[in-house]
């Protein structure tokens, strides 16, 4: 079966550059999400997509902004990029037609910034 | 206090052995409840939904009670490859959709 896909897997930058992660959702899922993970903690919730419309906000830094496209992808854009915030950045994808659907995640992009 | 808190862990059991996990979450209003796995620098990966009457998947047992707003998981005859990393995770703005609160895990080691 499909699964959420994330690209790139690994990104190397240096302080102040900007970056931007992609996340094509399983097919059918109309909803996004976005977690941010840092070395020995749980996955933070940063903010989400409902039908290409921004859905809930978590603790995304003003430096970040994210979109959903017509097709459902998304991407999350990332400037000024800080030491702290080098991660595990997961993108998950769920669908809300029907209620209590959990969310399935992709396999990351590991962000490392020098 | 987190949301969302697990037994700290880790657990380090035999293989064959029953291992139970708890987890409780501060937000009555919170209505999805799950259980996914984490292996080292992977995504986390579902393990199975809580629903209030309890569910079973094999080996797999998950418990919801909502009064003492308390969620477990219970592994019997446990196998090396469930050594893992076992998050608890509720919906964050109640309901039964949005994003998710995660514990902070609790560490699974299985030995021979």
């Known amino acids: 079966a499909a699964g959420v896909i994330q690209s790139p897997r690994h990104l190397i930058k240096e302080k102040r550059e900007t970056a931007t992660l992609k996340c094509y959702p399983i097919p059918r899922h109309d909803t996004v999400y976005w977690y941010q993970q840092g070395p020995g903690q749980d996955p933070q919730f940063l903010i989400s997509f409902y039908e290409k419309m921004q859905s809930d906000k978590g603790s995304i830094p003003d430096r970040f902004s994210a979109q959903q496209f017509s097709d459902y992808h998304s991407e999350l854009n990332m400037s000024s990029l800080e030491l702290g915030d080098s991660a595990l950045y997961f993108c998950?994808?769920?669908?809300?037609?029907?209620?209590?659907?959990?969310?399935?995640f992709g396999d990351g992009t590991r962000l490392s910034i020098l | 206090r987190k949301e969302v808190e697990q037994d700290p862990g880790p657990f380090n059991v035999p293989e064959g052995a029953t291992v139970a996990f708890n987890c409780t979450y501060s937000?009555?209003?919170?209505?999805?409840f799950f259980w996914y796995r984490q292996d080292c620098r992977k995504e986390p990966k579902l393990l199975m939904s809580v629903y209030s009457s309890g569910n079973e998947d094999g080996r797999f047992t998950a418990q919801l009670n909502r009064a003492s707003q308390y969620i477990s998981l219970l592994i019997r005859d446990s196998k090396l490859s469930d050594s893992a990393t076992y998050l608890c995770a509720v919906t964050g703005y109640g309901g039964s959709q949005g994003n998710l609160i995660f514990g902070k895990g609790t560490k699974l080691s299985v030995k021979p």
């Open positions: 937000n009555s209003a919170s209505q999805s």
């Open positions: 998950a994808s769920s669908t809300r037609r029907y209620s209590n659907q959990p969310q399935h």
